[in-house]
């Protein structure tokens, strides 16, 4: 925050490597897991609709990214354009978004070679039918410089593998740390021709792809991402950590709260 008032920032080695604390006014306090809280409690995800249903060609490969339009950049989509190009049949299905911005987003595709009608857009639903339809896709592209988020965290809920390239800031690296919660680090690249490759590979690999959505699929239920309780624990352990060093007259200062059991 560029402000003294705030003494630490919680955060995890994935979103703020060593090397990069420097550059943060507060002590990072470094949790074991990810840093973003997620419901372990939170329903069952329910029955996707038909792929016609939702708008989706029968057959094909679908690509995804239900982040918020304006966070995909020329580069990013230059990317997605030419898997599109790449992948027979293959279509990018995007959160709704304003008309002008639709407008924008095929008339770009079509400047680079696409047909408009192969970016699909999903209409707003409600918080359970969209996480129920994240089962019609096949892959979801995270973007940068700015990952998804909460957006993430639905989409491996529902058990649909992301594909992230990490960047510089906290914002750019929040799907590498939530893919290794999740049990799936293999999906982080580390660069954007790495994310490209891999993406083509997997779109033309369903064999690969199948097995990464099944680990995905089995770790939901185990994995550090979705306990609640876990992270609970940890926080707690900060917070002692925090009020110890308060109490004795300690300034704050960073350090890395052990697992707790």
Known sequence: MGMDAIDYIMADRAIIPAEHERWFAEKVICLPDAYQPNDSKRPV????????????PESGFVFCSFNQNFKILPAMFDIWMRLLKAVDGSVLWLLDAPEVAKRNLRREAEARGIAGERIVFAPRVDSAA?????????????????NAHVTASDALWAALPILTCPGDTFAARVGGSLLAAAGIPEMVTDSLPGYEALALRLAREPGELAIIRAKLGANRATCALFDTDRLRRHIEAAYEIMWRRTQTGLSPQAFSVPPVA
């Open 45 to 56: 995800v329910a029955e996707p609709p038909t792929r016609v249903a939702a708008g989706l």
């Open 130 to 146: 969209h996480v129920a339809r994240h089962a019609l896709a096949d892959l979801f592209l995270d973007t940068l410089p700015y």
